[in-house]
C-alpha cells in the first residue's frame, strides 16, 4: 500500500530554516506530481508548493515564495522542501501529498495520499 513519511520538521528560531523530507513507497514515485500543504491549529490546510512528476515546474503560495523550495530525487522515491528565513506565522503542522493528475494542483481534493505530517514550529 501507497505510504508518505515526513520528517524533518523541528523548533527553529525566526529566519531560520528547516528542510523537510517525505519518502515514498508503494507507488511508482516519478508517476505521482507531489505538493507540500500545512495546517496550523484552528486553520484551515492550506496549500504550500507542488512540483510536476519531473521536477521541471513547480508553484508556490504567495505566503513563500521566494523563502520555500520544493524538489524531488525520483531516484530516492522524495520529495523535499527547503524553508528558509522562516516566521511564526509558518508554524503548522506540514504535509506531503501525491497526486497521479497531471497539472500542479493547489487544492487538497486534487490529491490521492497523504502522509502523517511533521510539526514545524518557528519561535519568534
Known amino acids: 500500500h501507497v505510504q508518505l513519511g515526513e520528517s524533518g520538521g523541528g523548533l527553529v528560531q525566526a529566519g531560520g530554516s528547516l528542510r523537510l523530507s517525505c519518502a515514498a513507497s508503494?507507488?511508482?514515485?516519478?508517476?505521482?506530481?507531489m505538493g507540500w500543504f500545512r495546517q496550523a491549529p484552528g486553520n484551515e490546510r492550506e496549500f504550500v508548493a507542488a512540483?510536476?512528476?519531473?521536477?521541471?515546474?513547480?508553484y508556490y503560495a504567495d505566503s513563500v515564495k521566494g523563502r520555500f523550495t520544493i524538489s524531488r530525487d525520483n531516484a530516492k522515491n522524495t520529495v523535499y522542501l527547503q524553508t528558509n528565513s522562516l516566521k511564526p506565522e509558518d508554524t503548522a503542522v506540514y504535509y506531503c501529498?501525491?497526486?497521479?493528475?497531471?497539472?500542479?494542483?493547489?487544492?487538497?481534493?486534487?490529491?490521492?495520499?497523504w502522509g502523517q505530517g511533521t510539526q514545524v514550529t518557528v519561535s519568534s
Open positions: 512540483i510536476s512528476r519531473t521536477g521541471t515546474r513547480t
Open positions: 508503494g507507488l511508482t514515485f516519478g508517476s505521482y506530481a
Open positions: 501529498a501525491a497526486t497521479c493528475r497531471d497539472g500542479l494542483g493547489t487544492l487538497g481534493r486534487d490529491y490521492d495520499y
